[in-house]
């Protein structure tokens, strides 16, 4: 023992919240993937780029809808479809009716730069590719009150996104003078413009999973018992508790590394130019030839991860079910194992014979007792505080006990330091 109890609470919390976290990430991939998530946040970054937003489509309050977005909008419209009906994108995805979950910068480009040259006008289309594409982003780019104006049902790009569009190209034109170096500039600028908006997908991507990691983790917290404030009252009063989950958590970082957590950092939906690289939010890439892979690694940390789940629940005596059966003493009494909560379950049972010797819980009760755990606002708040702390992700608290049983080691040990 260190001889610092809220160092050794500390660490015995935050191995709580690694465990659970771990628990949170596998299902949310799982629901991610079953919604497909990637492929909707994709579709809105494209839609936002290539269509203009219409002041009907704005919300009055951004920052409540913001807040209770989880799930991005299923776009359909002829812009956005004609995008995904490009062959370049129409094949990416695994069936006709599923759009791709990533899309490379290249892609992209030569879409825009296909669909718009097939809007380029007779007369103004010119010689050169990047004559064509100029006469089809200055057709595309006419206001609505031009008599030449392109009608939506044959639209490829929004007005405005048009006219940013000519602008780009009017500035490779200027700075190369070279009509094949100006449409590689052209390409090049595209690809740019899509990396930036892809950065900034990956963080609208993150912010949803977080979300959702903070709903499954609040039901997880609820479904186990896993009660910040009981926790660390647990751990503060009983000795053997506190130094037995500090031995697990130290046993756990000796078997574990960090490599190991890295899959379940939120990756961005662009694809880098080593097609077996997934680009992560924080710059670093973690080679996965497929997505399934991910998830089927994932599946392999689950198998680990329900033992140590185990071993911890036994030491804190966290569970959530109440016994088929419970005993009474010699009074009458009930006598709770030490993982019920007794006012919940008092409340469950209600009346019951105190001349038997065992009282049976049937179906109903158990689902009372469970419901009743939320009915403590105490508890509540702690089941809130754990979820909150889950939704933060296993990587996150990974890194925090990694610290702490080094600053622990450092404690016990100074030549350590």
Not at 129 to 146: N, Y
Not at 250 to 269: G, H, M, Q
Not at 272 to 281: E, F
Request: charged share 20%; aromatic share 10%; with cysteine.
């Amino acid at each position: 023992m260190t001889g610092s109890v809220a160092l050794d609470v500390a660490i015995g919390l935050v191995f709580i919240y690694l465990l659970y976290s771990l628990l949170a990430s596998l299902v949310a991939e799982i629901f991610a993937t079953a919604i497909t998530l990637r492929a909707r946040n994709l579709k809105e970054a494209i839609n936002r780029m290539i269509n203009d937003e219409s002041s009907s489509e704005l919300s009055k309050f951004p920052r409540l809808m913001e807040l209770i977005n989880f799930f991005p909008k299923d776009f359909k419209g002829n812009l956005i479809e004609r995008f995904y009906n490009h062959q370049e994108i129409k094949y990416l995805g695994r069936k006709s009716n599923l759009g791709p979950s990533a899309i490379q910068a290249a892609n992209f480009a030569k879409v825009i730069m296909d669909n718009v040259k097939a809007q380029a006008s007779v007369e103004g289309a010119g010689v050169s590719e990047v004559d064509k594409i100029k006469s089809g982003l200055q057709r595309l780019a006419l206001p609505t009150t031009d008599p030449n104006h392109v009608p939506d049902t044959e639209r490829i790009l929004g007005v405005s996104t048009s006219a940013y569009i000519l602008s780009v190209l009017e500035d490779c034109e200027v700075s190369v003078t070279n009509a094949e170096e100006q449409l590689l500039a052209f390409k090049s600028s595209l690809e740019s413009w899509f990396d930036r908006t892809m950065e900034q997908t990956t963080e609208w991507y993150r912010q949803r999973m977080q979300k959702i990691l903070f709903v499954i983790g609040f039901f997880i917290a609820w479904g186990f018992n896993v009660d910040t404030f009981s926790i660390v009252k647990k751990l503060s009063v009983d000795t053997n508790a506190r130094a037995e989950i500090v031995d697990l958590a130290s046993a756990y970082l000796e078997n574990n590394s960090y490599d190991k957590y890295a899959i379940l950092l939120p990756d961005t939906v662009r694809v880098n130019k080593d097609s077996t690289a997934l680009k992560l939010s924080n710059n670093d890439s973690v080679l996965v030839a497929r997505y399934n892979e991910r998830l089927d690694s994932l599946m392999n940390l689950k198998r680990e991860l329900m033992n140590d789940m185990e071993s911890a629940n036994s030491i804190l005596g966290m569970g959530v079910f109440l016994p088929d059966s419970l005993p009474l003493d010699t009074l009458g009494r009930i006598q709770f194992p030490a993982h019920v909560v007794v006012d919940a379950a008092n409340w469950a049972i209600g009346h019951y014979c105190s001349d038997s010797k065992y009282v049976q819980i049937d179906t109903t009760t158990e689902w009372r007792y469970i419901f009743g755990l939320l009915f403590n606002w105490f508890r509540f708040f702690g089941l809130v505080v754990t979820a909150l702390a889950l939704s933060l992700g296993a990587p996150f608290w990974f890194n925090l006990l990694h610290r702490l049983m080094n600053l622990r080691k450092g404690a016990t040990d100074p030549s350590a330091k």
